[in-house]
């Protein structure tokens, strides 16, 4: 079994800037995927950003220059700094990792940590 903390999210003003983490403990052998989704009332979850094992990043065009996303492969964490946030980047953001336990991959969610960015 594998069970993911996530943290760090809360009410900011425009302008400002949160730091999300996601902890992953339990059964874990390789992290192929970690990725940041969110979801605002009404809307679809949708890919903020992701990193790959290798490194390769990819975000929403909506984030890109604001967001990064980062590894620590040591700890089993994925991080998401989010900079010049907006009231348009309000949402429950969860993280999403595809881990491989020796037999399959997986997804697994976070239990997702509100962000509410007030104007």
């Known amino acids: 079994q594998v069970q993911l903390v996530e943290s760090g999210g809360g009410l900011v003003q425009a302008g400002g800037s949160l730091r999300l983490s996601c902890a992953a403990s339990g059964n874990i052998l390789r992290i192929n995927f970690m990725g940041w989704y969110r979801q605002a009332p009404g809307k679809q979850r949708s890919l903020v950003a992701g990193i790959r094992s290798g490194g390769s990043t990819n975000y929403a065009d909506s984030v890109k220059g604001r967001f990064t996303i980062s590894r620590d492969n040591d700890k089993n964490t994925v991080y998401l700094q989010m900079n010049s946030l907006r009231p348009e980047d309000t949402a429950a953001y969860y993280c999403?990792?595809?881990?491989?336990?020796?037999?399959?991959?997986?997804?697994?969610w976070g239990q997702g940590t509100q962000v509410t960015v007030s104007s």
């Open positions: 999403l990792l595809n881990i491989w336990d020796g037999y399959s991959s997986s997804d697994y």
